[in-house]
Structures are given as structure tokens and as C-alpha cells.
């Protein structure tokens, strides 16, 4: 089955640590993006990527980083700048960056500071 | 700059009651316009779309007609079941600025009692 897939389901941090994480799809996609979820607000961009080797920062993208090596894989770091990391997470592809292009989802990952 | 503006919740409604959840945006150029659904723990899903002014999206029931006029592009469902309970999410993607961004409204949560 083709789809998006992300790792782990849950992750706890303790305070001043790096945490990445996963995001595949073998859709063929060649656009990626990560959102943050928070409790009753919609959903924010924090990196989206184009292209193989491109990345461009979002709405809220400090403290995050990501690097896009592999078209199928689209790994997003929570650094320890970022102030309030407890969030859910979610990795999107598309084809390509068209408007008109439907944005597939993966599970999530709900991250939980310590 | 773009936005999504939908009703905020939570919307309680019988089974096989009527649904409708507005939504309302504003947006440079030509957006095309999404409706998503989110079940608990989950990532999103598509539900429908439209991607030029007067197209109807369907899925499962439900509707939503893009009205250029009134700059709104709000769900219907006819009879709603209790397995329709979920956070519904109205969104719009424009050329210009983050490429291919999805722009979310904050979500509308509906739960059908039996």
C-alpha cells in the first residue's frame, strides 16, 4: 500500500535534548511538509520541501530543522531552542507544489517535553 | 494575507440530522479549497476538494459548493451518522509566498449522539 508513515507514534523529550523525527512516503511525491498540531487551532506550517536537496522554512520554523537527502524521506529535528515543543506532528506530501494538489497526511507524532 | 475562518465548535448534533459547518476565507488569486477530517489520534484525511469557483466537491455524503462571491465553501451532509463524529477542517492552497501551503481554518469538532 503507498503511503506516509511516521516515527514514532509517541516521543517524550527531557528538556535541552534533540529529538528527530521520521517521515517516508513511497507515494512518489515530490513535495514534503511538517505541520504542528496544538490543542484547538488549526494547523501551522513549520518546513515544506520541493524538491530533493531544497527545504524552505514555514510560518514557524525556528527551532525546527530538517534535511531532505532522499525524495521519500523528510526527517524534521526538534532542536532545544524550540521553547514549547509539546505538540502533535504531522508529515504531509503531494506531487508537486501546485495549488491545486492534494496534501496526503501521515499518522502523526504527538511529542511530549518532560 | 490568506486565512480560513470556520465555526468554531463543538457542533452536537442527533443522528441523521443535518449538517452544515461554515466556512468562510480570504485569499489573493484563485485558491483551491479543502475539507479534511481528523479522528482521534489520527492524521488528517481528505474528505473533498474544489479547485476553481462554482465546483461542487463530494465524498461520503457530504458537500461543499467553492462560491467565489460570498468567498465561502461551507460542508453539508444531509443525515449525519455517529460515525461522523470527528474535527472537520477547512483549508485553502494559493500560488505565491509558501507554494503550495495549506492555509487551515481551526478546526470544527462534531460529535453525533445516537
Known amino acids: 500500500d503507498g503511503g506516509i508513515t511516521q516515527s514514532p507514534k509517541y516521543l517524550f523529550r527531557k528538556e535541552g535534548q534533540n529529538v528527530t523525527l521520521s517521515c517516508e512516503q513511497n507515494l512518489n511525491h515530490d513535495a514534503m511538509y511538517w505541520y504542528r498540531q496544538d490543542p484547538g487551532q488549526g494547523l501551522r506550517l513549520i518546513y515544506y520541501?520541493?524538491?530533493?536537496?531544497?527545504?524552505q522554512k514555514g510560518d514557524i520554523a525556528e527551532g525546527y530543522s530538517v534535511s531532505r537527502e532522499k525524495k521519500e524521506s523528510f526527517p524534521l529535528t526538534v532542536t532545544s531552542a524550540q521553547k514549547n515543543p509539546t505538540a502533535f506532528y504531522l508529515c504531509?506530501?503531494?506531487?508537486?507544489?501546485?495549488?491545486?494538489?492534494?496534501?496526503?497526511f501521515g499518522p502523526g507524532t504527538r511529542l511530549t517535553v518532560l | 494575507g490568506n486565512s480560513v475562518t470556520q465555526m468554531e465548535g463543538p457542533v452536537t448534533l442527533s443522528e441523521e440530522a443535518f449538517l452544515t459547518i461554515n466556512c468562510t476565507y480570504t485569499a489573493t488569486g484563485y485558491p483551491s479549497l479543502f475539507w479534511y477530517v481528523q479522528y482521534p489520534g489520527e492524521g488528517l484525511q481528505l474528505l473533498l476538494k474544489a479547485t476553481k469557483a462554482d465546483d461542487k466537491g463530494s465524498n461520503k455524503g457530504f458537500e461543499a459548493t467553492y462560491r467565489k462571491e460570498t468567498t465561502s465553501f461551507h460542508l453539508e451532509k444531509g443525515s449525519v451518522q455517529v460515525s461522523d463524529s470527528a474535527v472537520y477542517f477547512c483549508a485553502l492552497s494559493t500560488i505565491g509566498g509558501s507554494q503550495g501551503n495549506l492555509i487551515f481554518g481551526k478546526g470544527t469538532k462534531l460529535s453525533v449522539k445516537p
Open positions: 520541501s520541493q524538491i530533493v536537496n531544497d527545504f
Open positions: 504531509a506530501s503531494s506531487m508537486g507544489g501546485a495549488r491545486t494538489d492534494t496534501q496526503y
